[in-house]
């Protein structure tokens, strides 16, 4: 498990690395940002990536941490899981966001892995993009031409795709506040240590008994996450009633393409959809443990 | 066992034997103070890099070098012509028939290869990462030949895994105990039967994915070539490496240091630890080879990969009348070390607990194109145990009977004892009765029962089953004799030797080569306790050739009822000659004199002297009695006259969630008997790992393959072993019937868990959801095919 031979720089600022990136570009280097790690050495010690130019994006102050913008929250790109999974204002505001990140791996790859490379590196199975993209995150990456903003339903364009060209970096992603939301991420895994063989973000606001809006984030049932949309219509107006859930996330495969692995077959993830979907929206709405 | 001293022994209360000692190798091994193999770093050392065929079958037509040659750093890059006159060919050390036929094996392919991963270059260089490099660069060109992947496939010969073979079968072994004498014909006894039940049961491939990966370091420089491997067993090792490479067994010096697990899976001759040896000598500098994770899941020898065929006859009563077992056993590519004795050793085992009297039992050893298979963990016997659990409760549906109430009618009572079994091997001791009740009892298995019918009838999601695994095994490999009858190349006694410092410090030398298991403890308690000196006070040594010089190594939970018998021997002979000294000192007769708490005491007196005291007299030798020779040092070799039979009961409460195929362990009950305990804690480990290994292979563990013969599951993302959070709280309990094979008592702990545990597992998922159908499921039991088994039963109207 050695890398091919690599060379490295830590830059501290982003312009810094932005010019290393263009460099990098310019002489036809492969390169590559490194975050926490946790997916780019491994491929890279089983010789799948081998970049001629690792830039560490750790000793760049002001890429971690959380701000408060009133109505929104800013997540620094390089805030690690384990913050993502116990920091107060996530846990206030976006509670969808530390559930999620609670179940990634272990306390050892939360300490490292971070927030933003989970979703620039999109990988099907992980555990963050379904709940940025069932939040509605805003993706703030800057490049050679400086800053752009992209919506989360333009992110995840493709299997480990996403809208962060070559040259550029993700700096941070705004989420809005869900104040008053019910919130579960339900995860499907054999083992609990496990990538996501299918599991459900849900964000639930009910109003006077009936539940006014749902969103659901889908995890592994496509190339890139998806959002749950026939489930999300069939619930909105739908009684706080464990039968009318179920009876809505029965839809919850619907335009989903799961691909077949060693954990399941496509048939069997496109059942568990369903499953966990209506687990977790029932766990959203306070019905955990309601089972029919 | 007839050579212990038993009047030398203190009879009062046992300080030791018994105590729950912490471990003393312990503080080494989690402060990193440990010696592991790839720790070592010798003057010079190189690296090497192994390249490895990306195809399962094919034929090598050219090899370029001259890259990889050129790398910075590369002292050379060797391929299998290059070898081809030192090689030799790896060793095979159990020919189970006569006619067994088997491809020759060089460590390094030089026509053709047979399997993913089989080595064709090695490039040794300056550094790790300079060899890694420079093994991108050697450029093989191949002939791609049709690969043979399933079992029942290769069987039917269409394709052939070796070009060399006319057929994929090595040798079939038959055992029938009509013609044994053993017992009755299995054809009329199944014929004469109520019923007869048939199954095919699978065992899937299974990687034993030790912690520490495996690791070579060879040293030439010198008389002798040393070489460091983490390995179980360095005594065999040297041995097969002179038999193998023709250098002189004198001239080899192995040396196991720390090493990190091995459930079977490092008792081995490897390709790589040839290799390292034969680099190391052609550069005349050391050499070391570590693999790597993935190197160490794809080419390290696999375990179990079976297919059981079995029919069982019963009375409607449900008294069994025989046992038929067909076995197809899929070697992989190659024959390694015993290979082909696994599943035999699993023949004496598919009667279990259980005393019918007609039995035969069929193996087709088989090749395909995967990597070799060989010992793991219980090595034939949870095949057997898994077949014939599992068709005890297939009987038991058959007849409407509760499963403990089946094998109750058909368990040898404690009355009988020894019991001559239907498979030729006499079990001493056990209570089978003893160990259920316990279990039961612990288990609350009439509660849980109750629960399960008002899940079933309520319809619940969650539904519940009880899985039921009395079993025993043998262990303690192996009498001599018995290993010879089944043709194996050596025998099964252990070695010891206890040597006394002048200081009264005690060193014993012990040729069971630990890897995990706690000797240095254990060994240290029995001594302290016969000689009476303080358990601080004892060093054990072991692993090097040439501080221990005579040993076969830790496998087949062989080390304390071997190992452990020949330390206490040695012990014994110690006593005797201290005794001789003492009296001299004392100026009284031996008959004299009580040897209790470290020291002698003549009789009726107050005068004693402490075995300390006579150690110092012996190395001063002032005063010796005449023709007595200065030293307390021992030695001896013990060779069983019997297998030690642990047996128990175990009961597995395991949920299922019908909606997602989810299995969980509810419960777990556990009652062993495993004779007399040294160190409860340390039997806790062994009972609590090997729980979790059995369990493992039922519901997580699978090597995949894709039909061109690459392994699918090639990491740990995809060859799921399991952690802490994924097991139950176990409740484990134990039952002491002592062997009678040996002095203690013992029988052996290492595998038992392991080989019980798998059928309680799969027994109880298909109790939680037999009535909906389903009747099978495949191991291991995911979600997935348990919901798709659900899916199945639904659709062809199981449902009730
Ligand atoms: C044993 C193990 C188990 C795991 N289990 C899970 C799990 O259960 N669920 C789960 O979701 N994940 C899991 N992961 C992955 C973990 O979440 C990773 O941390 C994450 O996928 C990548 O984050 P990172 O910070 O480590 O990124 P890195 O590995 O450093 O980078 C990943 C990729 O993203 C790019 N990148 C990173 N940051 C930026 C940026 N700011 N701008 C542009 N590009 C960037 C890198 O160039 C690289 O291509 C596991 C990882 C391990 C090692």
Redesign the interface.
């Known amino acids: 498990?050695?890398p091919?031979?690599f060379d490295y720089a830590a830059p501290t600022t982003v312009e810094e690395a932005l010019a290393l990136l263009a460099g990098a570009d310019a002489s036809g280097d492969d390169v590559k940002l490194l975050a926490g790690g946790q997916s780019l050495i491994p491929v890279m010690k089983?010789?799948l990536a081998d970049p001629s130019l690792v830039v560490d994006l750790g000793r760049i102050p002001g890429l971690s941490g959380i701000t408060d913008n009133g109505s929104s929250l800013t997540i620094g790109a390089m805030t690690p899981h384990h913050v993502m999974a116990t920091d107060p204002l996530i846990a206030a505001h976006v509670p969808l966001l530390s559930q999620a990140a609670a179940t990634v791996a272990d306390p050892q790859v939360r300490h490292r892995g971070t927030f933003g490379g989970a979703l620039v590196h999109a990988d099907p199975a992980g555990d963050m993009p379904a709940p940025a993209l069932a939040m509605d995150a805003v993706f703030n990456i800057t490049g050679p031409a400086g800053p752009r903003s992209v919506e989360a339903a333009g992110f995840f364009q493709g299997y480990f795709t996403t809208a962060v060209e070559e040259g550029e970096i993700l700096t941070s992603i705004t989420v809005p506040k869900f104040d008053g939301w019910g919130s579960h991420y339900e995860k499907?895994t054999?083992?609990?240590?496990?990538?996501s063989?299918v599991a459900v973000a849900a964000l639930v606001r009910v109003e006077g008994g009936v539940i006014a809006e749902a969103r659901l984030g889908l995890t592994n049932m496509a190339s890139t996450p998806l959002r749950a949309s026939a489930t999300e219509a069939a619930l909105a107006g739908c009684a706080v009633d464990a039968e009318a859930i179920a009876a809505a996330c029965a839809h919850a495969a619907e335009g989903t393409d799961p691909a077949s692995?060693?954990?399941?077959?496509a048939a069997?993830r496109r059942?568990?959809a369903t499953?966990?979907a209506r687990r977790a929206v029932l766990a959203a709405v306070g019905l955990q443990g309601t089972?029919? | 066992m007839s050579t212990t001293t038993e009047s030398a022994h203190s009879s009062g209360p046992s300080p030791e034997i018994g105590k729950s000692r912490l471990r003393k190798e312990d503080a080494r091994l989690i402060t990193g103070r440990s010696r592991y193999t790839d720790n070592m770093v010798l003057p010079g050392m190189l690296h090497l890099a192994m390249v490895r065929s990306p195809y399962a079958h094919a034929r090598i037509t050219n090899i370029e070098l001259t890259e990889a040659k050129a790398a910075p750093g590369v002292f050379a890059v060797l391929t299998g012509t290059d070898l081809a006159a030192e090689q030799g060919s790896l060793p095979n050390a159990w020919p189970v028939t006569p006619d067994q036929k088997a491809p020759a094996h060089p460590a390094v392919a030089i026509e053709e290869v047979a399997f993913a991963g089989e080595i064709v270059a090695v490039v040794i260089a300056r550094s790790?990462?300079a060899a890694?490099?420079a093994a991108?660069l050697v450029d093989v060109d191949y002939d791609e030949l049709p690969v043979v992947m399933d079992l029942e496939e290769a069987f039917t010969d269409a394709v052939l895994a070796h070009t060399s073979l006319e057929s994929n079968k090595s040798a079939t072994w038959v055992f029938d105990s009509a013609e044994a004498g053993t017992g009755t014909s299995i054809e009329d006894a199944l014929a004469a039967s109520d019923v007869v039940v048939e199954r095919t049961l699978y065992q899937q491939r299974l990687i034993p994915a030790f912690m520490e990966p495996r690791s070579t370091v060879v040293d030439p420089t010198g008389e002798q070539i040393t070489m460091y491997s983490a390995t179980q067993i360095p005594h065999i090792l040297r041995v097969m490496l002179a038999l193998t490479l023709g250098i002189p067994e004198s001239k080899l010096r192995v040396i196991a240091p720390d090493v990190g697990g091995g459930f079977g899976g490092k008792l081995q001759v490897t390709p790589e630890e040839i290799i390292t040896l034969l680099a190391a000598r052609r550069m005349g500098k050391p050499c070391k080879f570590t693999e790597?994770?993935?190197e160490s899941l794809q080419v390290g020898h696999h375990g179990r990969a079976q297919v059981q065929r079995m029919k069982i006859g019963a009375t409607k009563e449900g008294i069994v009348t025989g046992l038929s077992v067909n076995l197809l056993a899929d070697m992989g590519a190659y024959l390694g070390l015993i290979t082909s004795g696994i599943p035999i050793l699993g023949a004496f085992m598919y009667n279990s607990i259980y005393k019918f009297p007609a039995y035969r039992f069929e193996c087709n050893n088989i090749f395909t194109n995967k990597p070799w298979t060989d010992a793991y963990r219980g090595a034939g016997r949870p095949e057997a145990t898994f077949a014939i659990e599992r068709m005890m409760d297939e009987l038991a549906t058959e007849l409407n009977m509760d499963p403990l109430v089946l094998r109750e009618k058909n368990w040898i009572k404690h009355t009988e004892f020894p019991f001559a079994t239907v498979a030729g091997l006499e079990y001493d001791t056990g209570n089978y009765e003893a160990a259920t009740a316990k279990a039961v009892a612990l288990f609350d298995y009439d509660g849980l029962r109750a629960e399960q019918k008002r899940r079933r009838d309520a319809g619940a999601?969650?539904q519940l089953g009880i899985g039921v695994s009395t079993f025993t095994e043998m262990c303690g490999l192996a009498p001599s004799r018995v290993l010879g009858a089944l043709n194996y190349a050596a025998g099964g006694w252990e070695h010891a030797q206890v040597r006394v410092l002048p200081t009264g410090n005690v060193e014993v030398v012990t040729g069971s080569s630990a890897h995990g298991q706690g000797h240095e403890t254990a060994w240290s308690q029995l001594v302290a306790d016969r000689l009476g000196v303080p358990f601080e006070n004892v060093e054990v040594l072991h692993g090097d050739t040439q501080v221990s010089q005579r040993g076969l190594d830790t496998y087949g939970s062989r080390s304390l009822t071997v190992g452990g018998m020949a330390v206490l021997a040695a012990a014994d002979k110690v006593i005797e000659k201290a005794k001789v000294i003492a009296a001299h000192l004392m100026e009284a007769s031996e008959e004299d004199l009580d040897f209790t708490n470290g020291a002698f005491t003549v009789r009726g007196t107050d005068t004693s002297t402490s075995f300390s005291e006579i150690a110092f007299a012996v190395f001063s030798a002032h005063n010796m009695p005449d023709g007595v020779e200065p030293n307390l040092d021992s030695e001896a070799t013990f060779d069983p006259v019997n297998f030690s039979y642990p047996h128990g009961t175990h009961l597995a409460a395991m949920e299922v969630d019908t909606?997602?195929?989810?299995v969980k362990v509810l419960k777990y009950v556990c009652v062993d008997d495993i004779g007399v305990v040294v160190n409860p804690m340390i039997v806790e480990g062994q009972v609590h790992g090997g729980l979790a290994q059995g369990i493992s292979q039922a519901?997580?563990e699978?090597a995949?393959y894709d039909d061109a013969g690459t392994l699918?599951?090639g990491s740990f993302?995809?060859y799921?072993v399991?952690?802490a959070?994924?097991l139950p709280h176990y409740i484990t309990a134990r039952t002491e019937t002592p062997a009678t094979s040996n002095q203690l008592g013992a029988k052996g702990v290492g595998e038992a868990g392991t080989i019980a545990s798998t059928p309680a597992i799969v027994n109880g998922v298909l109790d939680a959801i037999r009535h909906l159908g389903v009747t099978d499921i495949k191991m291991p039991c995911?979600?997935?095919r348990v919901?798709?088994a659900l899916q199945e039963a639904k659709s062809t109207g199981g449902v009730q």
């Open positions: 498990m050695i091919s031979a089983l010789r499907f054999r083992v609990a240590q496990q990538w063989i692995d060693l954990n399941g077959d069997y059942h568990l499953v966990v089972r029919g | 790790a990462a890694r490099d991108e790597t994770r993935s999601t969650i909606e997602t195929g989810q519901l997580y699978e995949v699918v599951s993302v995809d799921l399991p952690g959070p994924d995911t979600p997935s919901w798709h």
